[in-house]
């Protein structure tokens, strides 16, 4: 691959974070990962080990991961010379706007300042910097090695350069990047799974389905449809020769009285506890690393099925921003 961006730097090694480190190795750039917790190193091994033989099955070159990935006592060491910083610090604005402030201090002048923020827009914690044009979210999907897509959101002072060298750094890393061209809390992704999982919460809460009969719905129905061509490419083929007229023109009455009848489930301490235990009965004799390993090798299935099909993600969408 290019080495357009040879040196990274991952701030915060959540979840999010080695995944993120992972990819960037299997990419083979050099990356150097931070985190104050103090199993740091036996973190990166596991998470190397684990998505080794997943980036093998993406084609990617999964040996001699370790010696691509350093490890950094701190910020400051860590985006020294990097070219571009992934941050995957904690939800809260005030903690990103310290860590940003110091990112300007301390990294080099080109790196491109990337935050991993799944709800909070860049310009809620750049609002103090004199320096915000290099800064913008990078938001990914649970766990970026193996899901595609990245929301590019630039601030209000995001320069277009940065936005045009964020697409071309995620394209570089197998990523599929979508701009999105205003900000809103969530973004796009999480506000559509948000407003999914509500009518799904109110569903159960209702009696009309157990949460694993809902996931089996979704998975041989909308999940199946929306995950070769999306919500709107599907209701446009779903109105037949006459596509997305014929269906909002025939079907648009009868549209809006369900949307009229959508739920609103509270999110009160009791509520949120029957849901728990619901999901729990569900699921709740197999444990995470099972299940979790599951859906990886399931994902990592679907992609290969789209790529041999010829609508691999990164065909589905090449814009940058209008």
């Known amino acids: 691959m290019s080495n357009t961006h040879p040196t990274v730097a991952v701030i915060g090694a959540g979840t999010i974070g080695l995944s993120w480190t992972a990819?960037?190795?299997?990419h083979g750039l050099r990356v150097r990962v931070t985190d104050p917790r103090p199993d740091?190193?036996?973190a990166v091994d596991a998470a190397l080990a684990e998505a080794a033989p997943q980036l093998a099955?993406?084609?990617?070159?999964?040996?001699?991961?370790a010696g691509r990935v350093h490890l950094a006592e701190g910020v400051t060491e860590a985006v020294r010379d990097a070219d571009v910083v992934q941050e995957n610090g904690p939800e809260n604005t005030d903690f990103k706007r310290e860590l940003f402030?110091?990112?300007?201090?301390?990294?080099?002048s080109h790196a491109l300042l990337l935050s991993s923020s799944s709800a909070i827009p860049s310009t809620a914690f750049t609002d103090r910097l004199d320096d915000a044009g290099r800064i913008l979210i990078g938001h990914p999907f649970n766990p970026p090695h193996l899901v595609p897509l990245v929301e590019v959101?630039?601030?209000?002072r995001t320069s277009e350069d940065a936005v045009t060298r964020a697409v071309e750094f995620y394209r570089s890393v197998g990523r599929v990047p979508v701009v999105e061209r205003k900000e809103i809390p969530?973004?796009?992704?999480?506000?559509l799974q948000n407003a999914l999982s509500r009518e799904a919460i109110h569903l159960v809460e209702q009696g009309v389905v157990s949460p694993s009969e809902l996931d089996a719905i979704m998975v041989n129905s909308l999940g199946l449809r929306w995950s070769t061509v999306g919500p709107f490419l599907g209701a446009h083929l779903g109105g037949g020769p006459g596509?997305?007229?014929h269906m909002a023109e025939h079907i648009g009455p009868s549209m809006q009285r369900m949307w009229d009848s959508l739920g609103r489930p509270e999110q009160n301490a009791e509520q949120t506890e029957r849901l728990i235990r619901a999901v729990e009965d569900a699921y709740g004799s197999r444990s995470y690393r099972d299940l979790g390993r599951e859906r990886d090798h399931k994902q990592l299935a679907v992609l290969a099925a789209l790529k041999d099909a010829g609508t691999t993600p990164s065909k589905q969408n090449?814009?940058?921003r209008s």
């Open 57 to 65: 099955r993406q084609g990617l070159d999964s040996t001699g991961l």
């Open 318 to 320: 090449q814009e940058t």
């Open 23 to 26: 990819l960037f190795a299997g």
């Open 101 to 108: 402030a110091t990112l300007v201090r301390e990294a080099p």
């Open 243 to 245: 596509g997305y007229r």
């Open 186 to 191: 969530g973004f796009v992704g999480n506000r």
């Open 40 to 42: 740091l190193a036996e």
């Open 153 to 156: 959101v630039p601030g209000r």
